[in-house]
């Protein structure tokens, strides 16, 4: 299986900041990398598809990037809502499997 | 509007079995392949398995943490998925979530773009 290492695990972070989270496969995955947000209680909710596609409904303010084995998704300028733990999930595999997460705190 | 409604959670002991059922509304279920992913309490996502829309065989794959004893199926005329666990052990604790694939099939390429709110399976003696 594809191992992903989101790095760091978590941040703290103040609004308006601008906040780049990592992740790692172990193998190449072309550009089969997407994010999700996910908010105490909540299902996790699609961010970024195919490494740099925004889904439909979120906010411009979030972006990815990457192929290979490294990727990034960045926050330009973070939101109060914004506070949250954020996944990577690699697509390249019918056996998806998933980072293990970065919480992003207020600081 | 798309929705994906978990029910069959609870409390059960170790060895015994649990039906997941996930009904959904607001878009052509039989045109999509499912998956349930999983989250133990306080840790992060697992992926658990996925069943291919019936144009794709209907095929299921799994993770091999649940590999022999959990089973994926699908009621197409219904609009429902299941994932049918025994032989449950504590480590299966945890939310489960039912998914709808947004990737290309045909690539087999899966990630979720709508999913259901949970529901907790406790295994406990």
């Known amino acids: 299986d594809i191992q992903m290492t989101q790095s760091p695990s978590s941040l703290s972070a103040s609004v308006g900041d601008r906040v780049t989270i990592t992740c790692r496969a172990s193998q190449l995955i072309s550009n089969h990398l997407n994010w999700y947000q996910q908010k105490p209680g909540k299902a996790p909710n699609l961010l970024i598809f195919g490494s740099s596609n925004l889904q439909s409904g979120v906010p411009s303010r979030f972006s990815g990037s990457g192929s290979g084995a490294d990727f990034t998704l960045t926050i330009s300028s973070l939101h109060p809502e914004d506070f949250a733990t954020y996944y990577c999930?690699?697509?390249?595999?019918?056996?998806?499997?998933f980072g293990q997460g970065t919480k992003v705190e207020i600081k | 509007e798309v929705q994906l409604v978990e029910s069959g959670g609870g409390l059960v002991q170790p060895g015994r079995s649990l039906r997941l059922s996930c009904t959904s509304s607001?878009?052509?279920?039989?045109?999509?392949?499912m998956a349930w992913v999983r989250q133990a309490p306080g840790k992060g996502l697992e992926w658990v398995g996925f069943i291919t829309s019936k144009t794709y065989g209907g095929t299921t794959e799994y993770a091999a943490s649940v590999q022999g004893r959990f089973t994926i199926s699908r009621d197409d005329s219904q609009g429902v998925a299941y994932l049918q666990m025994s032989s449950l052990k504590t480590e299966d604790s945890a939310v489960y979530f039912c998914?709808?694939?947004?990737?290309?099939?045909?690539?087999?390429?899966?990630?979720?773009?709508?999913w259901g709110q949970g529901t907790l399976v406790t295994v406990s003696s």
């Open positions: 607001g878009f052509t279920f039989g045109a999509h392949a």
């Open positions: 999930q690699q697509s390249y595999t019918s056996l998806a499997t």
């Open positions: 998914t709808r694939n947004a990737g290309v099939e045909w690539l087999r390429t899966y990630f979720f773009d709508h």
